[in-house]
């Protein structure tokens, strides 16, 4: 078939011009990536499930891993996001003891470090005030071991920093189910498939000096695979999407957990790893596919000339741009109301006729909420949000529901937006819409906090990520 070329000049048409470009936002900076192993020690307490009728941990499914990727922009100011395969923190005291041990170790400023725990229910109990029980006198030990396997990989990270490119995309992965079910007019935790999830995977490619280097997942489902029947340690979904991805890129895989306080998988709640990895392939592959539409590192499509075929055809070319260098960072605390909390022998009364195990579990865990978090009338609740390049990350210490991620994704179309659930702290406590509160959902019983919470954390963030992109806030 014959085919002849026309002159960009003479095909230019309204609307589109050759020379227009596909954009994909870019962030440039120096960038360095290294990992840690961090996998609980055998024996180490376990017990995040009331119905568990085990106290120590008996294996590993597979490994849990601490990565830091060190990113800095025209500011020159390094900053260290450290994403880690954990639970939740209990205490704020644990929380503190490890996030200030690794800001020393690596000489940085507060607002320059996010830790974010992954959310693994079936993991380690990071609480040292555990340590009088079974499995517990491993605690104190393994948070040492995570501050200085922080403080290694940090380091690490960034001394090995090169220039380098971070390059955004969004893909879509139906793991995340609503969990918000009612049944005879009870308000259960468990998938109600009538309702709506946010099924984003926002997904940044690193690559320094040419070479992809990591890939960062931000996908919302709360890891609940494994439960009560399971007795062994793991990275739930997280591990096998992990995996995934790394054998298919060469690239190390950070993942940091979403806006994902009424999200998690349908199917939950066993003891079989076979489902947890087949959860960590579903979301893997949607990680792959949307990274395979990303053109070459450093290059867009561009409009570059038509070919007169038995169509005319717009041949589109991948050419090397330029990215934005501009990097900033922000830290702020928004005041959130407390809502009247019963005491700790009013919860006792209410939950007497519940199994044994599963009472102390609940009282043991308003007990630590309780225990240097509330200060007065209310609590201060803070943000980190760094802008890196086109993109802004944003961390908070609590379980926000999808909406804040949802919000502030409308209110910045087209600016990337990872938000980040359990990442720094104090404040490990769920943020649940008002709906949640008038249907009595176990997020607003378990939360200090009073309904309206939440949409004082979106406007506080609105806020901080206009501050970042210079634009209005509302």
């Not at 055998?42 to 590993?60: F, M, Q």
């Not at 609740?381 to 961390?395: F, I, K, M, Q, S």
């Amino acid at each position: 078939m014959q085919s002849t070329q026309q002159s960009p000049r003479s095909a230019a048409r309204q609307g589109t011009a050759l020379g227009d470009r596909i954009r994909v936002p870019r962030s440039a900076v120096r960038a360095g990536v290294a990992r840690r192993d961090i996998t609980p020690p055998v024996g180490i307490r376990a017990k995040n499930w009331g119905p568990a009728d085990w106290e120590r941990s008996e294996g590993a499914h597979r490994p849990f891993t601490l990565t830091a990727l060190a990113l800095t922009g025209a500011d020159e100011r390094p900053r260290v996001l450290l994403a880690v395969d954990g639970t939740w923190w209990r205490r704020v005291a644990d929380e503190r003891g490890v996030r200030e041990a690794i800001l020393g170790g690596l000489g940085l400023a507060p607002d320059q470090l996010m830790l974010s725990l992954s959310h693994t229910h079936a993991g380690a109990v990071l609480c040292a005030a555990d340590a009088h029980l079974p499995g517990g006198e491993l605690i104190p030990g393994y948070l040492e071991a995570i501050a200085a396997a922080g403080v290694a990989a940090g380091r690490e990270a960034l001394d090995a920093a090169g220039e380098g490119l971070i390059e955004w995309t969004h893909g879509r992965c139906t793991l995340a189910a609503d969990r918000e079910l009612d049944l005879d007019g009870r308000a259960l935790v468990g998938c109600n498939p009538e309702g709506e999830s946010d099924d984003t995977v926002v997904v940044g490619r690193v690559s320094v000096d040419g070479a992809v280097r990591a890939v960062l997942v931000n996908y919302a489902c709360h890891p609940t695979t494994l439960a009560w029947q399971n007795r062994e340690v793991s990275p739930d979904y997280v591990g096998a999407m992990r995996e995934t991805v790394e054998a298919a890129t060469g690239a190390a895989c950070l993942f940091v957990q979403g806006a994902s306080g009424e999200l998690a998988p349908r199917e939950q709640y066993t003891g079989d790893v076979g489902v947890a990895d087949r959860h960590g392939r579903s979301l893997g592959h949607a990680v792959l596919a949307a990274l395979d539409a990303l053109p070459v590192p450093g290059q867009e499509l561009t409009l570059d000339h038509v070919v007169e075929s038995g169509a005319p055809l717009a041949i589109w070319t991948g050419r090397p741009v330029t990215a934005d260098h501009s990097a900033a960072g922000v830290f702020g605390a928004v005041d959130l109301p407390l809502r009247d909390l019963p005491t700790l022998d009013e919860l006792a009364e209410e939950w007497k006729d519940i199994d044994p195990r599963s009472r102390e579990e609940r009282l043991g865990r308003a007990r630590n909420l309780r225990e240097g978090y509330i200060d007065g009338a209310t609590v201060p609740h803070p943000v980190w949000a760094w802008r890196v390049g086109d993109a802004v990350l944003l961390g908070h210490p609590g379980e926000a529901y999808s909406r804040l991620q949802r919000t502030l994704r409308a209110r910045f179309p087209g600016t990337p937006i990872v938000v980040m659930n359990l990442t720094n702290g104090p404040g490990f406590v769920y943020l649940p819409t008002r709906e949640a509160y008038e249907r009595g959902a176990y997020q607003s019983w378990q939360t200090p906090l009073a309904a309206g919470a939440l949409e004082l954390l979106e406007q506080h963030a609105c806020r901080l990520v206009a501050g970042l992109l210079d634009a209005p806030a509302s």
